[in-house]
């Protein structure tokens, strides 16, 4: 029986980002009715670990809005994840604070953070129609800094945009490349106050991507469904898993709901599936080299 990972994001400092990212709600550019705040009080990230470990979650992710790490936010995502980790709770603490140097990576990596999510996004080629601020190269090199201090990767995209297929494949290629832990699938999902006009990405198309995606990143890397997946699959969500996909973000995103965490653990059980514990993480993490 498949057993299937899942992890909670905890948006712990939002709607400050100055970059023009066009599928971003967080972008301060684009005065999208989201709620900012310049940080979350870390008890209220404690309890919100506490309620993802009850869910089911093995791992646990700390994202702030922003290009890059700074002072303070080194600073205060290290204080959060030291936090977190003393809870116990065997939950993978992952990182995602924008680009960074292998320095500010070490230093996450000693008060308690095991994995680091910076998303390419899509490849090179298409990435300048999406964002102007910034290039594609510099989250490639972030990727580069972050494994090189020995933390794992959480590495994906986002499809939907109006990307090629070949924009796709490119990007899979580069992903399976760095080898990450796991990989992130976000479907997109457009706002009236965004730039990128898309419409959601059918069943069909959604799965297709999926098989893509396993064969191209091989067997190892899980393939977690985030952003978008309950409107890309609606109630073929569970046909996600035939096609490859071993991993779901669980609970709600960044800045949109999700769904209800007790209402995906059923579903996934009522489909002949197991959600996965955190002795099975650690050992999934260990066949791939990680501690």
Known sequence: MNSIFLCAISNIASGSC??????????????????????KPVDR???????????????FCL????????????????????????????LKIIACNGTGTKDRFTE???NGVDLYNHNLETSERF??????????????????????????????????????????V?????????KPMSSPMNFYIARPELPIKQPVMNADEALKWVRKAREIL???????????????????????????????????????EGM???????TIEGAGYKVATSAECKAAFAAMGAS
Not at 18 to 33: H, I, L, M, V
Request: proline letters at 2%; charged letters at 25%.
């Open 170 to 178: 490119d990007l899979l290629k580069t992903i399976a490349a760095f």
């Open 63 to 90: 994202v702030t809005a922003g290009r890059s790490i700074t002072d303070e936010t080194l600073e205060y995502v290290s204080r959060a994840a030291k936090a977190v980790k003393a809870l116990n709770l065997d």
């Open 108 to 110: 996450l990596k000693k």
């Open 218 to 256: 091989g067997p190892m890397p899980r393939i977690m469904l985030a952003g978008g997946k309950e409107q890309a699959f609606g109630d073929r969500l569970m046909e996600a898993i035939e096609a490859g996909a071993n991993a779901m973000v669980v609970g709600n995103y960044l800045t949109t």
């Open 18 to 39: 100055n970059e023009d990212c066009g599928f971003c709600a967080q972008s301060a550019r684009y005065q999208t009715k989201i709620e900012r705040f310049r940080s």
């Open 127 to 168: 990435f300048p129609n999406i964002c102007s601020t910034h290039g594609w190269r510099e989250r490639y090199e972030t990727n580069e800094a972050a494994a090189s201090a020995g933390l794992g990767l959480v590495l994906g995209g986002i499809l939907g945009m109006g990307e090629s297929d070949e924009d796709r």
């Open 45 to 59: 990230i404690k309890n919100e670990a506490i309620a993802a470990a009850k869910a089911g979650a093995v791992g």
């Open 260 to 266: 209800d965490s007790s209402r995906l653990k059923e």
